[in-house]
């Protein structure tokens, strides 16, 4: 086998462990030796109303040098609707030639579904759809879809300000095993909360740890549940490491976690790691979340 040929190979499993890691059940390998690979995305995991599976197979050339093939799997998925996402899934893989583009094809088809669940169109015949994903319906799709669309910063602050009567105590904060991989080290730290004023005062009291605050990235999110409105409030922070906060949070509602703070630090060794620190970021807030 050519270097490229390795280089490929090594990419694509790369790519997948990362999937998997981001996906959980939500990923399926279809024929390992084909690779060939399923995933069903929805607008909403709790009560989707829109549902879509997109079938992939990664041939030899990619990502260097050719696209995936895919196809998308949708009863109400047709004429126009399908030209305007295939056309979305083309101008991301142009966009992004030679690198690993999975990911950013499964949260744009969500963007789409929870675009369409959040305007006035009819919702899809749910019998057809039924008919269509009876074998894995239901019962594994747990996520809440509603993110926070507010600044976090003035969330916090307004939500703080709502519970400023309540003197609530520092949570007990856990620390996870780290992990190291050419000299790159990454830990999770994990609180339960039950209000953002809690979220403040973990991460105040985490960034008091000079080893903690000296970190090249904090990753962050939590997801709290209100029982009063019966919805999620829930956030993320990046921290420099683009689209790593989105992961884990993704992570967290595939694990239907709720009222709970997960902080990854990750100090960065000076060799780049690839797709291979998010699979880090989210094993080791696996870890601490099932400890």
């Not at 995991?45 to 992939?56: E, G, I, S």
């Not at 583009?101 to 088809?109: A, C, F, M, N």
């Not at 620390?175 to 339960?192: V, Y």
């Amino acid at each position: 086998m050519a270097a490229g040929d390795t280089g490929r190979a090594q990419q694509q499993i790369d790519e997948i462990e990362a999937l998997s890691s981001i996906y959980g059940e939500d990923w399926c390998v279809v024929d390992e030796d084909e690779k060939l690979y399923c995933i069903k995305i929805s607008d909403c995991l709790d009560r989707p109303k829109w549902t879509l599976c997109l079938q992939v197979i990664l041939p030899p050339g990619y990502p260097t040098e050719e696209p995936p093939i895919y196809q998308l799997n949708a009863p109400w998925l047709r004429g126009q609707d399908y030209m305007e996402l295939a056309n979305s899934l083309e101008e991301i893989y142009l966009q992004n030639l030679g690198e690993s583009i999975l990911y950013l094809w499964v949260e744009k088809i969500r963007e789409v579904l929870i675009e369409k669940a959040q305007s006035s169109e009819p919702e899809p015949d749910i019998k057809k759809i039924t008919e269509e994903v009876d074998e894995d319906d239901g019962e594994d799709f747990l996520l809440d879809c509603e993110p926070i669309r507010e600044d976090p910063i003035k969330m916090l602050n307004y939500m703080t300000s709502e519970s400023q009567e309540v003197d609530e105590e520092l949570p007990p904060i856990r620390h996870g095993n780290p992990i190291t991989d050419r000299r790159s080290t990454f830990q999770a730290h994990l609180a339960p909360v039950v209000t953002t004023r809690q979220v403040k005062r973990v991460l105040e009291k985490l960034y008091e740890n000079k080893k903690i605050a000296s970190a090249t990235h904090n990753i962050y999110a939590y997801r709290i549940y209100c029982e009063d409105k019966q919805t999620f409030l829930q956030d993320c922070e990046d921290d420099g490491e683009t689209a790593a906060g989105g992961r884990l949070l993704h992570l967290m509602q595939i694990l239907n976690v709720h009222n709970v703070l997960v902080v990854v630090s990750r100090w960065y060794g000076g060799i780049l790691l690839g797709p291979d620190r998010f699979k880090h970021i989210n094993n080791c807030a696996r870890n601490v979340l099932v400890e």
